[in-house]
C-alpha cells in the first residue's frame, strides 16, 4: 500500500491538457507531463482496497465495469507513490502488453469501478498507467521478448489490439507468428479509426518496431480473402487467428444518404490520417472539412473525433446528433449504481474545443435525422430532423417518438455517419464457411475462442462486436493461449 491517509489527504488532480485555442492548430498530442510530486500523491490516493473492483473486468448491466484486463492496479499505484517505478512497471505489463495504448485511448472502466469513487472521486488510474509506460521507454526498460522456438506457425488475420495482443503472446512462447495487415501500415482502427491529437501514430509506429524486432513477422498491403485465400492460410499454417475487427459501419436507411458529402466517420477519419503521415496533409487526398457546415450524426468517441478533426481543418459550424437524451451530470444511483460504469454527462476535448470556438456544446440530443436534400449537383446541402421523447410501447420498450411541430433544417456540407459497426466483413467467414452469431460475428465461444474449422480461432471485435481496446486485448491474449494449448497441449500464458 502506498500512503494509509492519502485518499483523505489528497484530492483527484486531473493530467493537464494544451489549451483548446493552442492545440486545435496542429495535429500533436494534447497531454502536458505532469509534475513528478503529483504523480507521486495521486498514486497515494489509492486505498488498497480490500477488494479492488477496479480490476474486476466483469460485465454489469451490459457495460464493462472494472479493467477487462484484470490490472494490478493497487499494486502499481503504490509503488508509483514509494517511487518504484521500475517495479510498477513490471506489475503493470504482467497483465497488459500495450499500456501506451490503453492509457490514451481506453475509456478507464476501472475508473467507474474505483472504490474511492463510490464515496468521493477515483483514482486517476488511467493517467497513472500512462505515466508509468511513458517512464518505462524513456528508460529503455521496454525491450523486445521472444521466447525459445517451437517450430510451430502461427498466423494472424488484422494488427489491431487483439491481433497485435495475439501476437505478442504467441511469440513470447516461441511461435512463429506472421501478421497479415490490408492497410499499409500497422494498428488497424487504432492508426486508421482514431486521429492523431488523440494517439499520435509515433505511438503505434514504436511498439511496431519492438515487434518487429522481437521476431514478429508482419505483411502488409495484403487483404486476405482478396489478395491470397484464407483457405491458403489454413493450409499453410499450424493455427489461424482472425483478429480482422467489426470494420462494416452502420449507415443511415433516409432518403438522401447517397449524396456526395455524406461520408462514413471511420472513411472521414481514415483518410485523414493517412495524408497526414504520407504528406502533413499536402496531398489533399482527404476529406476536408475547411469551410463547411459540418453535421456529425452519433455520438461517442468516434463522434468526438469527428468535431476535432473538422474544427482543425477549419469547418465553418459542427454540430454532432445524438437520438438519446443528455446524460445527467452525476450518476443516479437509483438506475446506475456503484460499480456499473457511471452514465454521466462528459465533455471530451472535441467538445471542449467547439465550445472554446463557439461558446456551445455542439451536441443535440433527442434528435433524429428525416431526411437530407441536396443541390443540383447531388451535394448534400441540407439535414432534416425531428425531435424525438422515448416512450414505452405496448410491450414495455422504450421506443422513439417524434415530438410534433419540432421539425428543423440545418444547413451541411459535409454530413459523418458515427453511428457504430455492425459486425465484421463477410469475405473470410463466406470462405471458410465460418459460423456466425445473430449479429453476423464469427462464432466462439469466450475463453475458448476457436470457431466451428479446426485449427482456425477468432478474437475482439470480429468475436464479440464492436468493443473496448481493453476487451480486444485481453481476448488477443486468451486467443493466445488457447493457440498455444492447441499446439503444445498446456500454456503458460494467463
Keep these: 500500500m502506498g500512503k494509509a491517509t492519502g485518499f483523505l489527504e489528497y484530492t483527484r488532480i486531473n493530467p493537464k491538457k494544451r489549451s483548446p485555442e493552442e492545440r486545435i492548430r496542429d495535429w500533436n498530442e494534447i497531454r502536458l507531463p505532469r509534475d513528478p510530486e503529483v504523480v507521486k500523491t495521486q498514486g497515494a490516493r489509492c486505498m488498497n482496497c480490500g477488494i479492488p473492483f477496479c480490476h474486476s473486468g466483469v460485465l454489469l448491466n451490459g457495460m464493462a465495469s472494472g479493467c477487462p484486463l484484470h490490472n494490478l492496479i493497487p499494486e502499481w499505484n503504490g509503488l508509483i507513490y514509494k517511487g518504484q517505478w521500475e517495479e510498477a512497471y513490471k506489475r503493470l505489463t504482467r497483465t497488459?502488453?500495450?499500456?501506451?495504448?490503453?492509457?490514451?485511448?481506453?475509456?478507464?472502466?476501472?475508473?467507474?469501478?474505483?472504490?474511492?469513487?463510490?464515496?468521493?472521486?477515483?483514482?486517476?488510474?488511467?493517467?497513472?498507467?500512462?505515466?508509468?509506460?511513458?517512464?518505462?521507454?524513456?528508460?529503455?526498460?521496454?525491450?523486445?521478448?521472444?521466447?525459445k522456438a517451437t517450430g510451430r506457425k502461427?498466423?494472424?488475420?488484422?494488427?489491431?489490439?487483439?491481433?497485435?495482443?495475439?501476437?505478442?503472446?504467441?511469440?513470447?512462447?516461441?511461435?512463429?507468428v506472421t501478421v497479415y495487415e490490408r492497410s499499409d501500415r500497422v494498428g488497424g482502427l487504432m492508426m486508421y479509426g482514431i486521429p492523431n491529437m488523440k494517439l499520435e501514430k509515433r505511438i503505434v509506429?514504436?511498439?511496431?518496431?519492438?515487434?518487429?524486432?522481437?521476431?514478429?513477422?508482419?505483411?502488409?498491403?495484403?487483404?486476405?480473402?482478396?489478395?491470397?485465400?484464407?483457405?491458403?492460410?489454413?493450409?499453410?499454417?499450424?493455427?489461424?487467428?482472425?483478429?480482422?475487427?467489426?470494420?462494416?459501419?452502420?449507415?443511415?436507411?433516409?432518403?438522401?444518404?447517397?449524396?456526395?458529402?455524406?461520408?462514413?466517420?471511420?472513411?472521414?477519419?481514415?483518410?485523414?490520417?493517412?495524408?497526414?503521415?504520407?504528406?502533413?496533409?499536402?496531398?489533399?487526398?482527404?476529406?476536408?472539412?475547411?469551410?463547411?457546415n459540418v453535421i456529425i450524426i452519433g455520438g461517442g468517441d468516434t463522434g468526438t473525433d469527428c468535431v476535432a478533426t473538422s474544427i482543425r481543418h477549419g469547418c465553418k459550424s459542427v454540430y454532432q446528433f445524438e437520438i438519446m437524451p443528455e446524460p445527467p451530470a452525476q450518476r443516479i444511483e437509483e438506475s446506475n449504481p456503484w460499480p456499473e460504469w457511471p452514465k454521466k454527462l462528459k465533455v471530451d476535448y472535441g467538445q471542449e474545443e467547439a465550445i472554446s470556438l463557439s461558446g456551445k456544446?455542439?451536441?443535440?440530443?433527442?434528435?433524429?435525422?428525416?431526411?437530407?436534400?441536396?443541390?443540383?449537383?447531388?451535394?448534400?446541402?441540407?439535414v432534416h430532423t425531428v425531435e424525438i421523447a422515448w416512450v414505452k410501447n405496448a410491450s414495455g420498450r422504450m421506443v422513439p417518438q417524434e415530438v410534433p411541430g419540432t421539425e428543423k433544417v440545418w444547413q451541411a456540407d459535409l454530413v459523418l455517419l458515427a453511428m457504430g459497426f455492425l459486425g465484421p466483413e463477410d469475405r473470410i467467414a463466406d470462405e471458410l464457411k465460418l459460423d456466425r452469431d445473430s449479429r453476423s460475428n464469427v462464432k466462439a465461444e469466450y475463453e475458448v475462442f476457436q470457431t466451428n474449422l479446426d485449427k482456425v480461432f477468432t478474437a475482439g471485435d470480429m468475436r464479440r462486436g464492436q468493443s473496448l481496446i481493453v476487451w480486444a486485448l485481453q481476448e488477443g491474449k486468451l486467443a493466445a493461449r488457447e493457440v498455444d494449448k492447441y499446439l503444445m497441449g498446456k500454456s503458460v500464458i494467463k
Design 96 to 147: 497488459s502488453p500495450f499500456p501506451e495504448f490503453t492509457s490514451r485511448v481506453c475509456p478507464a472502466p476501472c475508473e467507474g469501478a474505483c472504490t474511492e469513487g463510490h464515496i468521493l472521486e477515483s483514482v486517476t488510474i488511467n493517467s497513472l498507467e500512462y505515466e508509468i509506460i511513458e517512464k518505462a521507454f524513456a528508460e529503455g526498460w521496454v525491450v523486445p521478448r521472444k521466447g
Design 154 to 176: 502461427i498466423a494472424i488475420v488484422g494488427s489491431g489490439p487483439a491481433g497485435l495482443s495475439a501476437a505478442y503472446y504467441l511469440n513470447t512462447v516461441g511461435h512463429e
Design 205 to 292: 509506429e514504436r511498439r511496431f518496431v519492438l515487434l518487429k524486432e522481437s521476431g514478429i513477422n508482419f505483411i502488409l498491403n495484403t487483404e486476405v480473402g482478396n489478395d491470397i485465400p484464407a483457405q491458403e492460410l489454413v493450409d499453410q499454417y499450424d493455427a489461424v487467428v482472425l483478429c480482422a475487427g467489426a470494420t462494416k459501419a452502420r449507415g443511415l436507411d433516409v432518403e438522401g444518404s447517397q449524396l456526395k458529402g455524406v461520408h462514413y466517420a471511420v472513411d472521414f477519419l481514415g483518410v485523414n490520417t493517412k495524408s497526414l503521415l504520407d504528406s502533413n496533409l499536402q496531398d489533399g487526398k482527404f476529406i476536408s472539412a475547411e469551410g463547411k
Design 361 to 382: 456544446d455542439p451536441r443535440n440530443y433527442l434528435i433524429s435525422t428525416k431526411k437530407m436534400a441536396g443541390n443540383e449537383k447531388g451535394e448534400v446541402k441540407e
